[in-house]
């Protein structure tokens, strides 16, 4: 009937405004699937994605809510492509997916932090293949280049060479991608360090 119609999502929006963001996400999505033909139908299913976007945590922790959020604003931009919030919904998602790169490059430089160098260059790498337009690629190029680098310097000597030359290789690949870097001294520092390295094990 229309009053509980009404009752479920004043509700709903009453919990929302007391910043109960799980039980108005709960509240807002069971409004949408009790009144799907609801002319706030659509308006209840943004506003669950926006509660959970809400409980959505600081980068450095636990990423669930996160990820659960973007799967549930990309199910209502797939239910509702011609919706007035489509925009916004996608704002949302694009928020989310900066944050979840935040929690990958703390989670990798973290690696490189406890000297972890080979697990740090594979992390930056997984990055730049997970978020490969991201504004970020130059930075994550430049860690690879000093953990394979860091990598080559503590490995034992019979491992040295093949990693020394992995390093002057990415070296190679980051001046030819980004020519004019603002990190292009600090490149070049490790590339020299590499080949001097290289030098010392050859007269061994």
Excluded: W
């Excluded at 636990?62 to 799967?71: C, H, R, V």
């Excluded at 990055?127 to 034992?156: C, F």
């Amino acid at each position: 009937t229309k009053s509980l119609e009404g009752l479920n999502y004043f509700y709903a929006y009453s919990i929302y405004f007391d910043k109960n963001y799980l039980a108005a996400s709960y509240h807002f999505k069971n409004f949408a699937d009790l009144f799907p033909k609801s002319a706030n139908a659509e308006e209840c299913e943004y506003l669950n994605c926006l509660c959970l976007f809400n409980m959505s945590p600081d980068y450095t922790l636990d990423q669930t809510n996160t990820i659960k959020a973007i799967g549930e604003t990309q199910s209502f931009l797939n239910a509702n492509p011609q919706s007035k919030r489509v925009k916004e919904a996608n704002k949302l998602i694009d928020r989310a997916r900066e944050k979840l790169e935040k929690r990958d490059n703390y989670s990798a430089y973290l690696y490189y932090k406890i000297s972890e160098y080979k697990a740090a260059a594979v992390a930056y790498e997984q990055i730049m293949r997970k978020y490969p337009d991201s504004p970020n690629e130059e930075y994550y190029q430049l860690m690879i280049a000093k953990a394979t680098y860091k990598y080559a310097e503590n490995s034992i000597p019979e491992k040295q060479e093949e990693r020394f030359l992995r390093s002057i290789s990415d070296c190679a690949d980051f001046i030819t991608k980004f020519p004019k870097s603002r990190y292009r001294s600090e490149i070049e520092k490790i590339n020299a360090l590499s080949s001097q390295s290289l030098k010392k094990l050859a007269k061994q």
